[in-house]
């Protein structure tokens, strides 16, 4: 009996953990992934707002929200809740395909498939390394690492020197997506040149972060470490049309 009383009250200690522990769940909310006009300084970049929050923005006010259901533009005067459900669309599944690990995407002939369709200047992965645009890249998995072009019309030989290395990444015709050198070691805080005939030399420092396990977490280290073509990206894919309130 006495060993029963003490499962039971495990039991209510580990139900009492658990509604905690969504409670505070329940209480995460969007982060601000843009904000201009006078209330910028109250919903400053980065800040994740409490789910349940009322923002009260002011004439000229824009502030560009994320959270699992997606990106959602504000525009004031005006009080909008945080969570806004009942004005967007989901685009979860978007947003996992350009999140998930560069390893499990399906290659065929060197060309990525299953990304954003029909989509030939935004690139299907927010992980590759986007030939056309320098600036700080956010690696989560050095090992799967790849570089990206929008058109695969020709073959290309692309050069990557950095890190006391070099190497090269050969495109056929017909391939998008090319694999980093093995030559080349990815390390955090390098940076890189890659430049290939007919193209302006990329330059890039790479940044590794830890494999985000959502979309506000992904916003938030894409912010904190300032990859601001990855955090484009990831706003160009996830918004919903229109503003939302």
């Known amino acids: 009996m006495i060993w029963a009383s003490k499962k039971g009250t495990m039991r209510g200690v580990a139900a009492a953990v658990l509604t905690a522990a969504l409670a505070g769940t329940a209480l995460a909310g969007p982060v601000v992934l843009r904000a201009t ?8 970049v980065g800040r994740q707002v409490p789910d349940t929050a009322q923002l009260v923005l002011k004439p000229g006010d824009t502030l560009v929200l994320l959270d699992s259901r997606g990106t959602r533009t504000l525009s004031g005067p005006g009080s909008f809740p945080a969570n806004g459900m009942s004005a967007r669309t989901s685009s979860s599944q978007v947003a996992s395909r350009i999140l998930a690990n560069t390893g499990t995407s399906e290659r065929r002939g060197g060309a990525v498939r299953g990304g954003l369709p029909t989509q030939d200047t935004r690139s299907p992965n927010l992980w590759f390394v986007d030939l056309t645009k320098s600036g700080t890249i956010c690696v989560a998995d050095p090992s799967t690492m790849r570089v990206w072009r929008a058109s695969g019309a020709k073959a290309a030989d692309v050069k990557v ?11 056929a015709a017909g391939a998008t997506v090319g694999d980093w050198p093995k030559s ?7 940076e890189y040149t890659l430049s290939a005939e007919g193209m302006a030399p990329a330059k890039i420092k790479v940044v590794t972060v830890p494999a985000p396990t959502s979309l506000e977490d992904t916003a ?26």
Do not use: F, R
């Open 37 to 44: 006009g006078p209330s910028a300084k109250t919903y400053p």
């Open 161 to 171: 020197s950095g890190a006391g290395a070099s190497g090269d990444i050969a495109l």
């Open 184 to 190: 080349v070691p990815v390390t955090n805080g390098a």
């Open 220 to 245: 938030s280290q894409l912010i904190a470490k300032g990859c601001n073509t990855q955090l484009d990206l990831l706003i160009a894919t996830t918004s919903t049309n229109g503003s939302a309130g």
